[in-house]
């Protein structure tokens, strides 16, 4: 069965300074790979994907995440946070021929001003 | 474009009552999906139609929830009755083919229910 585990409940970052959001995956094979982000009373919204190809994504919003096979994990980076990137973040796997998207229990993210 | 719609936005029931969400995915997107969010989780997938077919309902709770999807369009997920334990964000997602380049999921507002 494949799973995705996001270690950390919560992430506070000041505004300006780096933000990571961590997602680890146990499943073999090739995973797809996905990151969402969910603002209060709003539904998740896709940030990027990764499905082949070069391990570092660029997404929406300034966020980009990088792929590592060999630690299998998939953690969400943007270089300078604002404090509209206060959020829930949703790392999510699936493989190609499974369409069922599994999530992880979601970090949720406060920058301060 | 349009996205995802859903309604209501918000629903309070009592426990053993009946509730039908609504759900109106992006136009051209064939693959419709209803997950379950409970506070502090993750979503999790109930039911996910291709067109007007059933492909995945296994965590769907058959003896109280059902869902259907006529024309391939609208779909309507129902709860018959409502427990206490079904208090979650209900949150419906479409894309525009199960599989290959298109794939991303886009969310609707998502149901807010509570069960009294």
């Known amino acids: 069965a494949q799973s995705v585990a996001q270690p950390e409940d919560q992430v506070n970052v000041a505004e300006g300074n780096p933000l990571t959001v961590k997602c680890t995956y146990s499943?073999?094979?090739?995973?797809?790979l996905f990151w969402y982000v969910q603002y209060p009373n709003r539904g998740l919204q896709f940030l990027l994907k990764?499905?082949?190809?070069?391990?570092l994504v660029k997404g929406s919003y300034g966020f980009e995440a990088e792929f590592n096979k060999s630690q299998t994990s998939f953690h969400l980076k943007k270089p300078s946070a604002l404090v509209s990137d206060s959020a829930l973040y949703f790392c999510?796997?699936?493989?190609?021929?499974?369409?069922?998207?599994?999530f992880g229990a979601g970090t949720t993210v406060t920058v301060r001003a | 474009e349009a996205g995802v719609a859903q309604s209501p936005r918000y629903k309070i029931i009592e426990k053993r009552q009946s509730v039908a969400f609504w759900c109106n995915p992006i136009?051209?997107?064939?693959?419709l999906y209803w997950y379950q969010q409970i506070l502090g989780q993750g979503p999790k997938l109930l039911i996910q139609?291709?067109?007007?077919?059933?492909?995945?309902d296994s965590q769907l709770p058959k003896d109280r929830f059902s869902a259907e999807r006529l024309k391939g369009v609208d779909s309507t997920l129902k709860i018959q009755p409502a427990k206490l334990e079904d208090s979650a964000v209900y949150l419906c997602?479409?894309?525009?083919?199960?599989?290959?380049?298109?794939?991303?999921?886009?969310f609707g507002p998502g149901t807010r229910l509570t069960v009294t």
């Open positions: 139609f291709q067109n007007n077919g059933v492909v995945d």
């Open positions: 997602a479409s894309s525009l083919v199960r599989g290959g380049v298109g794939f991303e999921q886009y």
């Open positions: 499943v073999s094979g090739n995973p797809y």
């Open positions: 990764y499905i082949t190809g070069d391990n």
């Open positions: 999510a796997v699936r493989f190609p021929n499974d369409y069922k998207l599994s």
């Open positions: 136009s051209g997107h064939a693959t």
